[in-house]
């Protein structure tokens, strides 16, 4: 079992900055993909960002330019820097594992304010 503690979020002004951490437990980080998602109310799940383990990284077009998604694989943690935040970034994000097996972290509340 793999557990997923992010942190980061927070209320910030159209424009702001944010990043978001998501640390790992266990011994397989390294070789997972880990990914960054985002949902609203009464929608689904979205992809915003993930990363594999070689470090090669995939951002939607709606982020791209303005957040970045990093590893640190020996903090067991992967990152999400997002600038330029807009309201529409407004959204809880959450944190996924993948090495076969998927595992989510219990998600973190972003709030951009126009």
């Known amino acids: 079992q793999v557990q997923l503690v992010e942190s980061g979020g927070g209320l910030v002004q159209t424009g702001g900055s944010l990043r978001l951490s998501c640390v790992a437990s266990?011994?397989?980080?390294?070789?997972?993909?880990m990914s960054w998602y985002r949902q609203t109310p009464g929608n689904q799940r979205d992809l915003v960002a993930f990363?594999?383990?070689?470090?090669?990284?995939n951002h939607v077009d709606s982020v791209k330019g303005r957040f970045t998604i990093s590893r640190d694989n020996a903090k067991n943690t992967v990152y999400l820097e997002m600038n330029s935040l807009k309201p529409e970034d407004t959204a809880v994000y959450y944190c996924r594992y993948n090495d076969s097996k998927i595992y989510w972290g219990q998600g973190t509340q972003v709030t951009v304010s126009s």
């Open positions: 266990g011994n397989r980080f390294s070789s997972a993909i």
């Open positions: 990363i594999t383990a070689d470090g090669r990284t």
